[in-house]
């Protein structure tokens, strides 16, 4: 190794020990909410600077078997968000983030902060396979410490499992139950980096549903209206079913099937209108929908229950006035609008592919994501009096949740004057048809009466 890289990695230890030694953990404060198919894990952190020099970021993590399974990180301080990067300590396997804090903090100084978590895959069902009159049965394994690089001087935490029904737990003393809650600590001076295993064992019968694929489509058009249709593809994971299916038993006990899902609620914009909702073989009339003040709020209820391992495939649509959604200041045009909406509660995306189609003629295109996605590339869409055909753009992200909810903005030059393209072909079609009508109704076709009686004459010759 080359004398240069040692001195590099020397300066980064030293960094990060100096970074380490210069912030201390007064106070932590963790909530995990593990009631749904996702652990939601909220820190109200106190910080206190214990160094000489000024600080304007600072690191936390979770484990390395947490990694994987983090989709969504947020820090704040009150209601302020804070910038949030993702990055790496030398000689640690576990996921760290760097929070920049808004203003530095100054030496002798502390400060609260909020950071959220949301895990996706954490719960594990156990056993795997349950008959449709058994409970299901999850597996939660996460840690006890506030994974930090910085010393913890005191530490509570709290686990939310929306149920009493408890088999097992980590015993980690000091520890007790109350109702459906989990109370552990305090604890006292956690070093860094410190971990022990949160392994909980527990019932859950909420929804495990993943939505394996969604993709959104979003055609937007200048004459007042932006449709929007969501193909989605849903898995239940929870625990399999084991054995035959018996819709007898299923309707007539009501704990029959308790983990199953029946139905699901998806939120639709409050100007949501001639809705469809259909899957391969045809519409699905088994859904109902209600206006609400602030949304428009629909029942879906596929054609059968799903259970452990079973998938459902579905379409659904919807149209918006654009005036909501697209701005403008001469040719230039801003669409705002959500990247993903809401599907259902507590939902979790294994895949999701946006595409939004614009009118045709438009350039200069800019795309502003709420968060990094995947820029696929660009394609034309064609549909009737297209010439050249319909910029597409399109994004791709994996790993999602309901925090992901938020707006893109999309940025475009389109001429005013292309508005009238559609209407001239129309227009130029129609003129073409009737001077073609015209020609054809003044063109003689008959026989002239020459030629008739020049063939009448050869038929008596012939006789």
Known sequence: MSHTRLLFLSFVIVVA?????????????????????????????TVENVGKTTLKSLIF?????????????????????????????????????????????????????NIDLVLS?????????????????VLFEGNVYFY?????????????????????????????QSDNKLN????????????????????????????????????????????????VDIEHQGATLKGSFSRYEYQRESQSGISSVKSFRTALPASAVDVYYRDDIGNISTSHMRVLSDSVELELRPRFPLFGGWKTHYTLGYNVPSYEYLFNQGDVFVLKMRLMDHVFDDMYIEH???????????????LTAPYAVERLKDTLHHTYLDTKGRPVISVSK???????????????????????????????????LFVLVIIYVRLDFSISEEEEHSRVDREHKDK
Not at 69 to 81: I, N, W
Not at 121 to 137: C, D, N, S, Y
Not at 149 to 168: A, H, R
Not at 402 to 430: C, G, S
Request: aromatic residues 8%.
């Open 17 to 45: 020990g100096s970074a380490q030694a210069d912030l201390v953990n007064k106070n932590v404060e963790t909530v995990v909410d593990i009631s749904s198919q996702l652990a939601k894990i909220s820190n109200k952190v």
């Open 61 to 113: 993590g979770v484990p390395a078997h947490l990694k994987e399974r983090t989709s969504f990180v947020t820090a704040k301080v009150g209601e302020h968000l804070l910038r949030v990067t993702e990055t790496k300590l030398s000689g640690q396997d576990g996921g760290f983030w760097k929070v920049d804090l808004r203003s530095d903090l100054a030496a002798g100084r502390t400060l609260q902060l």
């Open 121 to 137: 895959r954490a719960l594990v069902p156990h056993p795997g396979q349950i008959t449709q009159k058994e409970k299901q049965l």
């Open 148 to 176: 930090s690089p910085y010393l913890t001087e005191k530490q509570s935490l709290t686990v939310n499992l929306g149920t009493n029904s408890v088999e097992s737990y980590a015993r980690i003393q000091p520890v007790s």
């Open 184 to 231: 552990y600590g305090p604890y006292e001076k956690v070093p860094p980096f410190q971990e022990e295993r949160l392994n909980i064992h527990y019932e859950n019968n909420s929804p495990f549903l993943t939505i394996t694929r969604l993709e959104r489509l979003i055609e937007v058009s200048h004459w007042g209206n932006i449709a929007v249709e969501e193909t």
């Open 352 to 366: 999701l592919i946006t595409k939004i189609i614009l009118p045709e003629g438009c350039h200069s295109i800019e």
């Open 398 to 432: 994996r790993q999602l949740v309901e925090n992901h909810i938020d707006d893109f903005e999309l940025r475009y030059n389109f001429a005013k004057v292309l508005m009238i393209q559609e209407p001239l072909l129309v227009i130029t079609a129609f003129f073409a």
